[in-house]
């Protein structure tokens, strides 16, 4: 520090007491005790060479010199202390933006967004769909909620809200050939498949035990589409089966419209909500007790 610049906490120290014009007053504001504001006083008498305050009664008052350091520094903590309650009026006025994949967001969390803002009003959520640009580090928002795999970023708060499950689903009338006792027979209907997870598949077949080979040929004999939120709809039209997280069909499964003849498999992944570090974490872990109450009723 410049040696023309005496410390920023003796400056506190003085401004506070010559605004509320006592040492003990300055004390309770700053939350320290009565004699460190003396002692930051007593380091600036010494560092500009004179005395800033004399006795006046039982009080004090500022001398000449320390009249003309209060004009300034007055001034200077007065706008600082005005830029502090704008950046913190604006930071808790700013909506909280959320990014999310749009099979995630349309599948499960748009049903649900009712009733997150009836119950987290000061939350102030906008939520921003994205399938190519999830990385919070390199967009502007203040959670990104996303199904991932360890390890993850350093640089990133990440909380797990839930292991993913994933489940081969078809129209109950496309699955009438199906036997639960027999995954094999899932290669007579069409294999579904999206582009953006290309290992669910294999992942499926290995916990079912079935030999890689025949699952290529089907999936070449298959549809692919580019996003989740296509493949469970050709699902529900009726196409083939499709692979999916259970999440993600839940409300289908529950109501019939499709079937999961040989369950969930679990696999490495994690539904996440991944924060960067300077990220306001209030309103960042208030969205996370909510998912986890939503996942976990």
């Not at 099979?103 to 000061?122: C, G, N, V």
Request: proline share 8%.
């Amino acid at each position: 520090m410049s040696q023309d610049m005496p410390p920023l906490s003796a400056l506190r120290a003085f401004e506070a007491t010559a605004r509320r014009g006592s040492v003990t007053a300055a004390a309770r504001e700053l939350h320290v005790t009565h004699g460190a504001v003396s002692r930051q006083l007593r380091s600036l008498d010494g560092h500009f060479g004179t005395p800033l305050f004399a006795k006046a009664g039982r009080g004090i008052r500022l001398t000449p010199q320390g009249e003309q350091l209060q004009q300034g520094v007055g001034d200077a903590f007065a706008r600082l202390r005005e830029s502090c309650a704008e950046l913190k009026r604006s930071t808790k006025e700013a909506p909280f933006v959320l990014n999310c994949p749009g099979s995630l967001l349309a599948r499960w969390f748009i049903p649900r967004l009712e009733r997150l803002h009836r119950e987290l009003p000061d939350i102030k959520l906008q939520v921003s769909d994205s399938d190519s640009e999830l990385d919070p580090r390199r967009n502007e928002a203040g959670a990104t909620l996303l199904f991932s795999e360890p390890p993850f970023p350093p640089e990133l708060d990440v909380i797990e809200l839930a292991p993913e499950n994933i489940c081969a689903v078809a129209r109950p009338d496309r699955a009438e050939h199906f036997d639960p006792d027999d995954p094999a027979t899932i290669f007579t209907a069409p294999l579904l498949y999206t582009r953006s997870r290309p290992q669910a598949w294999p992942q499926w077949a290995q916990a079912h035990g079935l030999e890689g080979a025949r699952l290529e040929q089907a999936l070449e004999e298959g549809r692919g589409f580019d996003h989740l939120y296509y493949l469970i709809e050709a699902a529900l039209a009726g196409l083939g089966v499709a692979i999916a997280p259970r999440l993600l069909v839940q409300d289908d499964l529950t109501h019939g419209r499709l079937v999961a003849p040989w369950g969930s498999v679990g696999t490495s992944g994690r539904l996440c909500l991944l924060l960067p570090h300077y990220v306001a974490h209030r309103r960042g872990t208030q969205l996370a007790e909510w998912l986890q109450r939503e996942l976990n009723p």
